[in-house]
């Protein structure tokens, strides 16, 4: 339990200290600006860049496992997405952004990090597939559920042409597809560039915790959403369990592979669930509260999932020898 505690400290510890931070200095949240450029544009691509391109080719075409991760995501979206439109009679933008508050979790803030620091390099592979992949329907899936829902009057191939934008000019997208282009390339930077590129990489996951901590602190709790429960309940307990069983069930993937998916699907809810609320102005305040009220709870289940994981209760095959 003492190694599982030293694994969790550094991350949630880090978004503590932002938090901290934040209520301490009381700059405004637009003070982050550049932060968080700095880690969507510059560190994270790094990041992901270098996992892939030095990973073999032919493990980068896993597509069971791909589909097993997404359709554990997109099962709980559902869950949550057709509950919230029988009791709101319909209102489908609402519906939209709570299932993305149980379904959308903080892979790319939290997920590569946490992966490599408690499985090892190993788990770049999977975690840049889950990321890539889930991301991509994630971009996909706000758009056209607010264009069903009236929420956006736009014609419907300005919203798919403004979905393929935002799919194929997203920095970690193309971080990714010039990582698996130099990995069936064999291509491998000039030192001086793969230092600078360690460097940057390096300052992901600190930089990026550390802002979630100052987001969560400057967007303050005003309304508890009714709903809170069954998101917190199926983000951190059914997703996890969801994904195991089904990439148990699918195939016979490594140990690694598996607990990596595990693990981002028990991460907490995304803060771009905020971001999409915010930008339709739909469930606003209320996404935010299930984002902080899902990162408290995930200190505690988490935390149990990684030790289940490293103490071996927890089996890497659900279905040995099927």
């Known amino acids: 339990m003492y190694d599982v505690i030293g694994l969790v400290i550094p991350f949630f510890g880090l978004i503590l200290v932002g938090y901290g931070v934040a209520r301490l200095t009381r700059q405004p949240l637009e003070a982050l600006g550049w932060m968080n450029t700095f880690i969507i544009y510059v560190a994270l691509p790094a990041l992901f860049f270098q996992l892939l391109a030095k990973t073999p080719i032919e493990q980068l075409g896993a597509w069971g496992y791909i589909f097993g991760s997404v359709l554990a995501t997109y099962a709980v979206f559902a869950i949550m997405f057709v509950a919230s439109v029988v009791m709101s009679r319909g209102n489908i933008a609402e519906a939209t952004i709570k299932g993305l508050a149980a379904a959308y979790g903080n892979i790319g803030y939290m997920g590569p990090g946490l992966a490599l620091l408690a499985f090892g390099n190993e788990a770049a592979v999977p975690v840049a597939l889950i990321f890539c992949f889930e991301n991509i329907i994630h971009f996909a899936i706000a758009p ?33 597809a010039f990582g698996v282009l130099a ?60 994904c ?78 099927r």
């Open 144 to 176: 056209m559920m607010m264009a069903v829902s009236g929420s956006r009057n736009e014609p419907p191939l300005r919203i798919a042409a403004d979905v393929m934008r935002r799919i194929l000019l997203h920095p970690f997208i193309i971080a990714t």
């Open 183 to 242: 990995a069936a390339l064999h291509v491998q930077p000039p030192m001086p560039i793969e230092r600078f590129l360690d460097y940057l990489s390096r300052a992901a996951a600190p930089c990026a915790l550390f802002a979630m901590g100052v987001t969560l602190a400057l967007r303050p709790l005003r309304r508890m959403p009714v709903e809170i429960a069954p998101i917190t309940l199926l983000k951190l307990v059914v997703h996890p369990l969801l």
């Open 244 to 321: 195991y069983v089904v990439l148990s069930w699918i195939g016979d993937y490594p140990r690694v592979w598996v607990f990596s998916a595990v693990l981002l699907a028990s991460l907490p809810t995304a803060t771009n669930v905020f971001v999409i609320a915010q930008q339709y102005g739909v469930w606003v305040q209320r996404a935010s509260a299930s984002i902080l009220v899902t990162t408290c709870a995930s200190v505690l289940t988490v935390t149990g999932l990684l030790y289940l994981i490293t103490s071996g209760i927890l089996p890497p095959d659900l279905f040995p020898g």
